[in-house]
């Protein structure tokens, strides 16, 4: 049976119709086939973790809010280890950048304690907030103790690390001066723990 004329017109408009876009249809098919090969290589996603993250810049002595915090998904394998379990609420030993996750060390507490451990860390109450004002954490100061009675001075504590200044409690407006955490070396601690019951603490920067 031979084939219609039509038919063979159709078929010979086909076959040129093909040879004049065989380069574009060589070239997708490779596509195709890279992207095939791709598929076939890459694995599944890897696992994830809840990660929280400051959802702004956050100061030193900022107490954490719940729309300070985001939780992104970080992959498990890069997610930083000691992150901070609950930080809504707590408050802030060193600044924080948008985005940056928040770790235990980052928040005033036995962790930021545990971060230093050649150091008694311990909150210390200034007489002067106004002096406060003006420490930041990271601050190294010296501290001596002022009898009231006499004037008479003796050096505490050399070189202490400000570690956190914690927000003033205007809730408690009867307590006297300012509270900071501070990193002391361990021999200094009880001299000036004691001297803050009986004693005007006095700070300057350390040289």
Known sequence: MRTPPAV????????RLVLARRRPLAALLVVLAVFAGLRATVGPAPPTVQV?????????????????????AWPEALAPVGLAS????????????QGEPITGVRMVGAELAAAFPDLTVMPLRLPDPAVVELLEAGDRIDLSAVDPETGASDVLALDVLVLAIPPPAAADSSIAGRLIVAG?????????????????????YAR
């Open 8 to 15: 063979r017109r159709k078929a010979r408009a086909l076959r």
């Open 52 to 72: 929280p993250v400051a959802a702004a810049d956050l100061a030193a002595g900022d107490r954490v809010a719940p729309e300070d915090v985001s939780m992104v």
């Open 86 to 97: 609950s930080p809504v609420d707590g408050v802030l030993a060193a600044p924080v950048r």
């Open 184 to 204: 002391i070396d361990p021999s200094s601690a009880e001299p000036v723990a004691a001297s803050t019951l009986r004693d005007f603490i006095t700070v300057t």
